[in-house]
């Protein structure tokens, strides 16, 4: 028998509200499989653990992390501690230590969810967005403050390392899953280095992995394509920026963030993975019992895929369709009156059978 060994970090907000019920499937999933188990350890390291103790995680936060199979996040934030030290003291040091250089975003239209765009073809893909470089670093700085030639610089990383092993993930993926194509965002008609570079590498890529087809759409045009005809896309890579800003437009036409699942992943699986849904800690409607937890439920099928279970992800991934056709069970978010705790018992009860 497998033992999964799951650190839950709950957060704030409604991530303690969801990470709950998440924990919920998995232990129904556990008791109708007999080839595995779970053992769930959580952690409450959020704003309040920062507040008692002046630090987000303890000392040794990412050794102790280090030995769990995967990691399920909740959400954090919270007024009291600034979001600049709840993001870089705790989730920031994760996925960079633990080298978690993809983030994984599904932008798959549920049954039963209806699409702002009112499309009839499915809406089925994946966005692969570079997780530890790129736009998002901090390499830069600010000169003559206060005076007319103020100025600020903010450099873009790209290395061969990371763009090759992003790519490679998303051929791997591809290939794994029975795509035809991979989508490569750029924007390197401006962008004349480091998107170049970007193209150039992921061409190299693609060209190793040529029985799969490639396209290439500048960042813009891109967007408009992710509105006008989203069932087009199988596979699209883009770098840390752009893939942040189509991961919220992939999100909104599938339903939003309450049903909005991401994974962090270290493909080497050195490190453990850190699976969390999209939203943050909704401090407007956390304590109401109201949240959607699917999105967080979803994130631990994606944890689950990542442990080698597809099978397990792809039940959940039914019974939360089943949910949804039958709309008894529904968060307001989606137009239901159903609490978190309803919805992820009944989700738990459907794997039951
Ligand atoms: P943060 O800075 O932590 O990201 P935020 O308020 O900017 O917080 P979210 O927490 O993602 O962003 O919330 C954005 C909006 O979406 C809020 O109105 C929130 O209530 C709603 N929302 C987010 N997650 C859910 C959910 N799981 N169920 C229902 N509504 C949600």
Not at 119 to 137: A, L, T, W
Not at 322 to 329: G, I, R, S, T
Request: hydrophobic fraction near 40%.
């Amino acid at each position: 028998m497998s033992t999964y060994k799951i650190a839950v970090l709950p957060g704030d907000g409604i991530g303690p509200e969801v990470t709950k019920e998440a924990v919920k499937v998995l232990h129904a999933l556990a008791k109708i499989d007999a080839s595995f188990e779970f053992e769930v350890e959580e952690l409450n390291w959020n704003s309040q653990y920062y507040l008692d103790h002046g630090r987000m995680m303890p000392e040794n936060g990412l050794e102790v992390l280090k030995e769990y199979d995967s990691i399920l996040f909740g959400a954090i934030g919270d007024e009291r501690v600034p979001d600049q030290i709840s993001i870089w003291d705790l989730i920031m040091p994760i996925r960079k230590n633990f080298q978690q250089y993809v983030n994984f975003r599904p932008v798959k239209l549920l049954k039963g969810l209806a699409s702002p765009l009112r499309k009839e073809d499915p809406i089925d893909f994946v966005i692969i967005r570079e997780n530890g470089e790129g736009e998002y670093s901090n390499i830069g700085g600010t000169m003559f403050h206060g005076e007319s030639r103020e100025m600020a610089v903010q450099n873009t990383i790209m290395t061969r390392q990371g763009v090759t092993q992003i790519t490679e993930f998303a051929y791997r993926y591809a290939r794994e899953h029975d795509l035809t194509k991979v989508t490569n965002a750029t924007k390197s008609n401006a962008i004349i280095h480091a998107m170049k570079f970007w193209d150039q590498i992921v061409e190299e890529v693609a060209e190793a992995n040529s029985d799969i087809a490639y396209e290439r759409y500048y960042i813009d045009a891109l967007a408009a394509y992710f509105v006008q005809r989203p069932e087009s896309f199988q596979v699209v890579l883009a770098s840390n920026l752009f893939g942040d800003i189509l991961s919220d437009l992939g999100s909104a036409i599938v339903g939003g963030l309450g049903v909005a699942p991401s994974g962090n992943i270290n493909p080497s699986r050195e490190f453990p993975s850190m699976f969390e849904a999209v939203h943050g800690s909704a401090p407007d409607i956390a304590g109401k019992g109201i949240a959607n937890p699917i999105a967080q439920i979803w994130s631990a099928a994606l944890m689950l895929e990542h442990l080698g279970r597809r099978d397990l992800h792809d039940k959940i991934l039914q019974a939360i369709e089943e949910l949804l056709v039958e709309k008894k069970h529904l968060t307001p978010d989606i137009g239901g009156s159903a609490t978190t705790e309803e919805v992820g018992s009944a989700i738990a009860e459907k794997l039951l059978g």
